[in-house]
């Protein structure tokens, strides 16, 4: 069965530091590839999208993502976390061609230290 | 602004009081989706549609009601609401194709006592 995978429930971070927030998926092709962020009490908004293409992916608040297609992976990353950063992160993809079957992984909470 | 609007953002019930959570969106988006968000188990799909007048069963959809009358409205129904029901509901919508991305509402927490 198709699945995504966030292998860390939780990731502690210095302000300042880098972060990679780690994503596999299991699907036969290449799935469209999505990262989303969570803040406390929000909804959830779109930080980048990969489809096709470039497999290095520049999203909205300086982050990243490179698909990895021989590790099934979709990795995030920020070479320096801010405060603000501190949500709950979710990898997310879409398995059919309609976009109906999106499926999300369990997510990651980021938390910042000072 | 382009958004997809929940409505209430609150709302506490008793079991068996029939509920609807509204939602809408203006992007004129054909597809639209229902999720739950409970701790532990992120996001699950309840129901979702294509277009107007087509809906379809999602992961989770025992216990829900939809229906999709106009393109931008896409009500959630509980019938008889249970205390397991109790979640964190999100409304979302797209463009049909996948690689468009999604928008989401701001959620409905609803409580069932």
């Known amino acids: 069965a198709q699945s995504v995978t966030q292998p860390d429930i939780h990731i502690t971070v210095s302000e300042g530091a880098s972060l990679e927030l780690r994503c596999n998926y299991s699907?036969?092709?290449?799935?469209?590839l999505f990262w989303y962020v969570q803040s406390p009490g929000q909804g959830l908004q779109l930080l980048l999208k990969?489809?096709?293409?470039?497999?290095l992916v520049q999203g909205i608040k300086g982050f990243e993502a490179e698909f990895k297609r021989s590790q099934s992976s979709f990795n995030l990353r920020k070479p320096s976390v801010h405060w603000s950063d501190a949500a709950e992160y979710f990898c997310?993809?879409?398995?059919?061609?309609?976009?109906?079957?999106?499926?999300f992984g369990k997510g990651t909470t980021l938390s910042v230290s000072s | 602004e382009a958004q997809v609007t929940q409505n209430p953002r609150y709302l506490i019930t008793v079991t068996g009081k029939k509920l609807t959570v509204t939602c809408s969106q203006n992007?004129?988006?054909?597809?639209m989706s229902w999720y739950r968000q409970d701790p532990g188990l992120g996001l699950r799909q309840i129901y979702y549609?294509?277009?107007?007048?087509?809906?379809d069963k999602g992961d989770v959809p025992e216990g829900y009601k939809v229906s999709r009358k106009e393109k931008r409205n896409f009500p959630l129904i509980l019938e008889s609401p249970s205390p397991n029901q109790t979640s964190l509901y999100f409304c979302?919508?797209?463009?049909?194709?996948?690689?468009?991305?999604?928008?989401f509402g701001s959620g409905t927490r609803l409580t069932v006592v």
């Open positions: 699907y036969g092709a290449t799935p469209y």
């Open positions: 549609s294509m277009n107007v007048e087509v809906t």
């Open positions: 990969y489809f096709s293409g470039d497999t």
């Open positions: 997310a993809v879409v398995i059919n061609q309609a976009g109906t079957a999106l499926i």
């Open positions: 979302a919508s797209s463009a049909l194709g996948g690689n468009y991305g999604y928008t």
């Open positions: 992007m004129n988006h054909e597809y």
